[in-house]
């Protein structure tokens, strides 16, 4: 894969963290969401979610990271490009245990560790025919 063509796939699986985090941020603003708790509740805390920057800037994150993401798959082949979202998994562990103080224990970090040898064996594994 050449290097401009990593930069728009991380540039996508980057966004797409982010947009992960952004939501999470802006959900933990709103304490857990009881689906039990009745309409009236559910539509106030669907609109302070709506206009939480959080939310907003997440939403923000997805759409350009589309735009980016479609780049990306112009010029790589999807059985390599997507396989590469994987990435976006260390990456939110990280954060999510630092931003968040979201606990990571030796098990996930196996996992991920897993993951991303297969990310890069997929990514090593040639270019377009």
Request: with cysteine; glycine share 10%; charged share 10%.
């Amino acid at each position: 894969m050449k290097a401009l063509d990593f930069f728009w796939v991380l540039g996508g699986v980057l966004l797409n963290a982010a947009a992960q985090l952004l939501l999470k941020a802006g959900a933990n603003s709103s304490g857990e969401i009881v689906l039990s708790a009745g309409a009236p509740a559910l539509w106030r805390t669907a609109l302070g979610l709506a206009q939480h920057p959080g939310i907003l800037g997440g939403l923000a994150c997805y759409a350009v990271s589309v735009v980016v993401w479609i780049v990306a798959l112009s010029r790589v082949d999807v059985s390599i490009a997507y396989p590469m979202l994987s990435i976006g998994y260390v990456v939110n562990a990280a954060l999510a245990w630092w931003l968040f103080g979201e606990a990571v224990n030796t098990q996930r970090w196996l996992g991920i560790s897993v993951i991303v040898i297969g990310v890069l064996l997929v990514a090593n594994s040639g270019s377009r025919s």
